[in-house]
């Protein structure tokens, strides 16, 4: 059960040390500070679900510190300490939006009483928090281990909120579906999310592509484009592989998040858009940040946030609740029924230490659905390069099997980027070419095909 954190502000060790004992007695996680300043400082870099503050301290006192957590989204609740007989400033804290109050000298009776409503209190809203952040999760992941709770926990929590956030984790992870659970649940859900890949350009191109460019700036450029930021004006944009960003591009990123301003390609003037910019790596940025090749300043205004999500060989509690979606998808695509996940199968996916994560496990899966005879699951086929004598099928079978499963991957590819064939393309690792012919080949041409 999630337990929240309390964070205890007095000047007075004594009564740091008082209140902490019944605390944690009452199995509480506890963190105190000395005053108002300490105790912001505590909750930047540790959350706490529950502020106990006294009122009179030197340098902030608790009513500034009050105002100032009643202002945080989501705001930690507050109890706060009065002197004896000092009622009026225990009326005027619950007015600016303390939870509760108890008089010093305490009994613990009391004390507990107050602290066990206002705790209820926290643990309904962590518990909030948690519900909200594994629905906008489960849209987009599937998972069943602690460590992606967790993660959904911190979903819940940053997703309303207009935070820039970094994303990272091995490849094949999840951070795009991450990005897509964090927009969903967002403030800016229905406004334009656009993704953009920050390897798959030169810095002069990307450039254009990010921030847009006027008519005549470039050769080539017989119109002007808003750039991805002007589309996503309002919205959220996605920069995947942000490590590979060029170090001129990084500074005018810089500005955009700093400024909220663009200048396109070719423009005299910059001009403002609002954007909410999410983030994702699979490498190291502090490691990128120290041989040089990424800006200190850059990486500390993405990692406003930072999400990490963990590879899959440490959280095997995940495999069982992925393969049993992967099976189904693989089989609605090729039109099987639907195949059991047999203890053996399980023995098998589970034992392997998958160092492509998620994005190898759904292709270990899809190619055993596709490639076992009907109605049987191959498990030969889980060992690359290898097949058994049982796999042998009709090959005119066998082809339309391939076939199917060819066209629910371009089906779902289209569907996943609005028709946009380009970007369909490039998630299919393909050049747009190859996806034009395979469109002919399996007649799909219009946008009904892929909706």
Known sequence: MLKPRVLVVDDDEGVRYTLREILESSGLEVDVACDGVEALEHLRLQPAQLVVTDLRMPRMDGMELLRRLVAQNPAPRVVVIT???????????????????????????????????????????????????????????????????????????????DST???????????????????????????????????????????????????GAFTGAVRSRAGLFGEADGGTVLLDEVSELALPLQGMLLRALQEGEIRAV?????????????????????????????????????AVVELHIPPLRERPDDIPVLARHFLDRAAERIGAAPFDLSDALLARLTAHNWPGNVRELQNAIERLVALSPEGELDLALLSPGRASSSSAEDPSRLREKMDAYERGLIVDALRACANNRSEAARQLGVSRVTLHDKLKKHGIGSSDDAG
């Open 83 to 161: 002197a004896h007989g000092s009622e009026r400033q225990a009326v005027d804290a619950i007015k600016a939006g303390a939870l509760d109050y108890f008089r010093k000298p305490f009994e613990a009776d009391e004390l507990v009483a107050v602290i066990r409503r206002a705790t209820e209190t926290a643990r309904l809203a962590l518990e909030n928090e948690r519900l909200r952040g594994e629905l906008a999760l489960s849209r987009t992941l599937v998972f069943a281990s602690e460590a992606m709770s967790a993660l959904a926990v911190l979903v819940g929590r940053v997703a309303p909120r």
């Open 266 to 302: 070719g423009e005299d003037r910059p001009r403002h858009v609002d954007v909410r910019v999410l983030a994702a790596s699979n490498r190291d940025l502090k490691a990128e940040v120290a041989r040089g090749a990424f800006r200190a300043d850059l990486y500390w205004r993405l």
């Open 165 to 215: 956030v970094l994303i990272t984790g091995e490849s094949g992870t999840g951070k795009e579906r991450l990005a897509e659970a964090i927009v969903r649940a967002s403030r800016r859900a229905a406004k334009s999310f656009v993704r953009f890949n920050c390897a798959s350009l030169t810095a002069e191109l990307a450039e254009a592509e990010l921030f847009g460019h006027v008519r």
